[in-house]
């Protein structure tokens, strides 16, 4: 592969990467080359298989505008569905010979005279190309927790995100440390088969409910008759979590209902007093990504399920302690403990003009101008990137935004050889998000994977989708420069 050059390379094979790919073949743009680490595309949804991984965002709105997902029967879609999904999007674009798989970039560095950009695969190939979008997401690196003595358990462990299906889990002691999303979807399923389930809580997460992943016998022969109906209900679903659930991250208008309706649902869902204590949450509504889920707290109700609140002090060789001197054996661990989601594109080494380290610029937490680019970086674009990720809508249609965003910044070049965000752009952007984040729920002091480890919230979007909408529909040349 070495000596390729492309107009484009993209960094990436999952929504962001197969989005951007699509943009580019939809405007006539051949030349691009999308680099792919695993074996196909898919990214978040080809990694996690662990058992009930599912989306909780209803699969009508989980989807591209271009390619919407048609269906009379799936409300919200599960990991099988969406990665079915993605390939079938990738070959009715036309996109699989643009892709290399098993190919994952080290590094990219621009050369300021040539104006192109040099990215080093792991395997030492390089590949030039003029401009270059990383679409690495922010789910992708697993995260392990720090607790004495992990090492020594003899057992097997492993992340959610690299589910070892190897294992039996039959009739085991089965030990989940965590319990976000991916523990409430878990947790269920892994009660059914395991002899017993111990789940270990740092904190509790406020869960509101979720409805059945299959639309009714009325909606099945609406969607089946009426195919118009099901464009009308990804919009109705859009605006409603548009209007009614971004207001919680400025704890506005939404966020008392919301809290009565999570309350009500742990009320309705856990009868036992003391079960209930340990699942109510001590932070506000949002402050923490929200649970979607009807499944998690029936399932931590069984015989065969305890929920422990008391703070790990350590594992060992046999299983773990808890800082009131209690051992509780295990035969397996699973660490259901999220992602590396504040550290943006490592373990990628990006250097730009004048042999600038993006690290070495983001020291203090990563950000971009809308989340797309940053000065001293000319022709380089980041599709995910900080503060732009959603806890309240599709993060498909975020996504698209910064898509087109990027695609108005290419025609830029049309008339020049390279575009870079101002410096005073990204200042007074800077500005304007520091002031938002100020106002916002993730001030409340709870720990989450919104935040670095200095505290500085460096993932989440802080407003409406449509305010973010309006943002990358403006015309560009203000705030970039070419050159």
């Given at each position: ?5 492309s107009?484009?390379a993209i960094v990436?094979a999952?929504f962001?990467?197969?989005g ?9 743009t051949d ?5 792919e680490?695993?074996d196909?595309?898919?990214g978040i949804w080809?990694d996690?298989t662990?058992?009930?991984?599912g989306c909780?965002?209803p699969s009508?709105?989980?989807s591209?505008s271009?390619a ?6 799936v409300?919200y879609?599960?990991?099988?569905d969406?990665l079915a999904?993605l ?7 036309g ?7 098993n190919t994952?970039?080290s590094s990219?560095e621009?050369?300021?005279a040539?104006?192109?950009w040099t990215?080093?695969?792991?395997d030492?190939?390089r ?12 789910l992708?690196r697993?995260k ?12 097997p462990?492993?992340?959610t995100a690299?589910?070892?299906?190897a294992?039996?889990?039959?009739g085991r002691?089965?030990a ?9 979807q878990l947790?269920p399923?892994l009660?059914e088969?395991?002899?017993?389930v ?6 509790a997460?406020w869960?509101i409910p979720?409805p059945a992943?299959?639309?009714?016998p ?6 089946g008759?009426l195919?118009?109906l ?6 109705a679903?859009?605006?409603?979590a548009?209007?009614?659930l ?6 506005g208008?939404?966020?008392r209902?919301?809290?009565w309706l999570?309350?009500?649902?742990l009320?309705r869902q856990?009868p036992d007093?003391?079960l209930?204590?340990?699942?109510t949450?001590?932070?506000p509504?949002g402050?923490k990504?929200i649970v979607?889920d009807?499944?998690?707290y029936?399932?931590l109700s069984?015989?065969n399920?305890?929920?422990?609140a008391?703070?790990i002090?350590r ?9 009131d001197?209690t051992?509780?054996a295990a ?6 403990t999220?992602?590396r989601?504040?550290?943006f ?7 730009g003009?004048?042999g600038?380290r993006l690290h070495d610029?983001w020291t203090g ?6 989340g797309?680019a ?6 380089m ?5 900080p503060?732009?990720?959603l806890?309240?809508n599709s993060n498909v249609?975020?996504?698209e ?13 049309r008339d020049a050889?390279?575009v870079e965000v101002?410096?005073?752009?990204m ?7 520091d002031?938002?984040?100020a ?5 409340a002091?709870?720990?989450?994977w919104y935040q670095?480890?200095?505290g500085?919230?460096?993932n989440p979007w802080?407003?409406?989708t449509m305010?973010?909408r309006?943002l ?10 070419t050159?």
């Amino acid at each position: 592969m070495s000596g390729e050059h492309s107009a484009v390379a993209i960094v990436g094979a999952g929504f962001g990467g197969l989005g951007m790919a699509a943009a580019l073949k939809r405007a006539g743009t051949d030349s691009f080359t999308v680099f792919e680490k695993g074996d196909d595309v898919g990214g978040i949804w080809r990694d996690n298989t662990y058992p009930g991984c599912g989306c909780d965002v209803p699969s009508h709105l989980y989807s591209f505008s271009f390619a919407p997902y048609r269906s009379d029967t799936v409300r919200y879609p599960g990991q099988r569905d969406i990665l079915a999904y993605l390939q079938h999007t990738t070959d009715l674009e036309g996109l699989r010979r643009h892709l290399r798989t098993n190919t994952e970039i080290s590094s990219a560095e621009y050369d300021e005279a040539a104006t192109r950009w040099t990215l080093t695969t792991r395997d030492g190939d390089r590949h030039t190309a003029d401009v270059v979008v990383f679409a690495v997401g922010q789910l992708h690196r697993p995260k392990l927790p720090d607790i004495a003595g992990r090492e020594n358990f003899t057992g097997p462990a492993f992340h959610t995100a690299q589910w070892d299906h190897a294992q039996d889990l039959t009739g085991r002691r089965v030990a989940v440390i965590g319990t976000g999303s991916s523990a409430a979807q878990l947790v269920p399923r892994l009660a059914e088969a395991a002899g017993q389930v111990t789940v270990y809580q740092r904190t509790a997460n406020w869960v509101i409910p979720k409805p059945a992943n299959e639309f009714g016998p009325l909606t099945r022969h609406a969607f089946g008759r009426l195919p118009a109906l099901q464009s009308a209900f990804r919009a109705a679903t859009y605006l409603a979590a548009d209007l009614g659930l971004s207001p919680v991250v400025s704890r506005g208008w939404s966020a008392r209902p919301l809290t009565w309706l999570a309350r009500r649902h742990l009320r309705r869902q856990v009868p036992d007093p003391v079960l209930r204590a340990k699942l109510t949450p001590n932070h506000p509504i949002g402050c923490k990504r929200i649970v979607i889920d009807s499944t998690f707290y029936p399932a931590l109700s069984q015989n065969n399920v305890d929920l422990v609140a008391d703070t790990i002090e350590r594992i060992d060789a046999t299983g773990i302690r808890t800082a009131d001197g209690t051992h509780r054996a295990a035969d397996v661990i699973i660490y259901s403990t999220g992602f590396r989601a504040s550290e943006f594109l490592v373990p990628l080494d990006v250097r730009g003009r004048g042999g600038a380290r993006l690290h070495d610029r983001w020291t203090g937490g990563a950000e971009a101008y809308l989340g797309i680019a940053y000065p001293e970086f000319p022709n380089m674009f980041l599709i995910h990137g900080p503060n732009t990720i959603l806890g309240h809508n599709s993060n498909v249609f975020i996504i698209e935004c910064q898509v087109h965003y990027i695609m108005n910044c290419l025609r830029l070049l049309r008339d020049a050889r390279a575009v870079e965000v101002r410096a005073e752009a990204m200042a007074a952007y800077r500005q304007w998000l520091d002031k938002t984040l100020a106002g916002t729920v993730w001030q409340a002091g709870c720990q989450s994977w919104y935040q670095n480890p200095a505290g500085r919230v460096t993932n989440p979007w802080p407003m409406s989708t449509m305010h973010y909408r309006r943002l990358t529909r403006r015309d560009p040349r203000p705030a970039f420069r070419t050159s």
